[in-house]
């Protein structure tokens, strides 16, 4: 139980140094950089190194006690840094969920709607050459139109867009998928699930999903690093690679533990089922609808 703990913590330290403290460190030493070149002499590298040499012989000469102090000074600073970006990745996540703020509810239902009439368009064409071409004569072109289509309907969303975001689209097609395939309600039913998954199915489902909260601080160094740049207009490429950088590795950590998600659904839904007494335990496969409107009704509880 000690080495656990113990691992835990170091897993810990490790996440903090490396997500908050280290870049914190990085963004005060930006912040200063800033204030003491400028716009006007923004990427001056003779006069940075100028002042860089001056405030380490001024600290050189100054005495143990101040060192320490400037020091200490410098830690607070990134750790305060760090607090701040800590705070917003609550709002970085909601944004991507498609969770907007009451002010922004009519740019997200116009986003989600001009979203959805897309969907449908493909869907759309893609059912019409469908009827056209029937499968058992239908030409390879027309198939590999179809095929097209049907990629550019998924990588939109898997199921008809309920967010203004991809990212909130690629989460609530899941609970789409498991409420309209198997009649699970995934709001109560999830957490029953994770119960009564293997150890290594969680696990994969854990390190996704850190993946993605990894993501989420990465961007949440992006505002900082705007505010910096009305001071040093630098720090404005630094948040839009932050930003950038952010956002597309964000993309790809929710489509692996959507994915994960909808697979252990697939695969694992019955054991849930069978845990609660709705499928007899030699059954297999994956839930029926009346398995899933069962289990559904029972982890309710009524609400």
Request: hydrophobic content about 50%; overall charge positive.
């Amino acid at each position: 139980m000690g080495d656990f703990f113990g691992e835990l913590a170091k897993k810990l330290a490790e996440r903090w140094v490396g997500l908050l403290a280290l870049p914190g460190l990085l963004f005060v030493a930006c912040a200063w950089a800033g204030l003491q070149l400028g716009h006007a002499h923004a990427v001056d590298p003779d006069l940075l190194a100028a002042k860089v040499t001056a405030l380490g012989s001024s600290l050189g000469r100054s005495p143990g006690p101040v060192q320490a102090l400037t020091a200490a000074g410098l830690l607070l600073a990134s750790g305060g840094a760090g607090l701040v970006v800590q705070a917003l990745t609550g709002p970085v996540r909601a944004w991507w969920l498609g969770r907007w703020p009451p002010g922004l509810r009519w740019a997200e239902r116009r986003r989600t709607a001009a979203r959805a009439r897309r969907w449908d368009r493909l869907v759309t064409a893609r059912r019409k050459l469908q009827k056209r071409y029937p499968k058992t004569n239908r030409p390879p072109a027309r198939q590999a139109e179809i095929d097209m289509i049907a990629h550019r309907v998924n990588r939109l969303s898997p199921a008809t867009p309920t967010r203004p975001t991809w990212m909130g689209d690629r989460v609530a097609a899941v609970e789409q998928i498991a409420l309209n395939r198997y009649g699970l309600d995934l709001g109560f039913g999830w957490p029953r699930l994770w119960l009564v998954l293997p150890d290594t199915v969680r696990a994969e489902l854990a390190a996704a999903n850190g993946q993605f909260a990894v993501t989420v601080v990465i961007a949440a160094w992006t505002p900082p690093y705007l505010l910096l740049g009305a001071l040093w207009w630098p720090a404005l490429l630094i948040a839009l690679a932050v930003g950038l950088t952010g956002w597309t590795r964000a993309r790809t950590a929710m489509a692996e533990l959507t994915d994960l998600s909808e697979a252990t659904l697939d695969l694992h839904g019955r054991t849930l089922a069978v845990a609660l007494g709705v499928a007899p335990p030699d059954s297999t496969g994956p839930l029926d609808l009346s398995e899933g409107e069962e289990i559904t009704a029972h982890v309710r509880k009524g609400r």
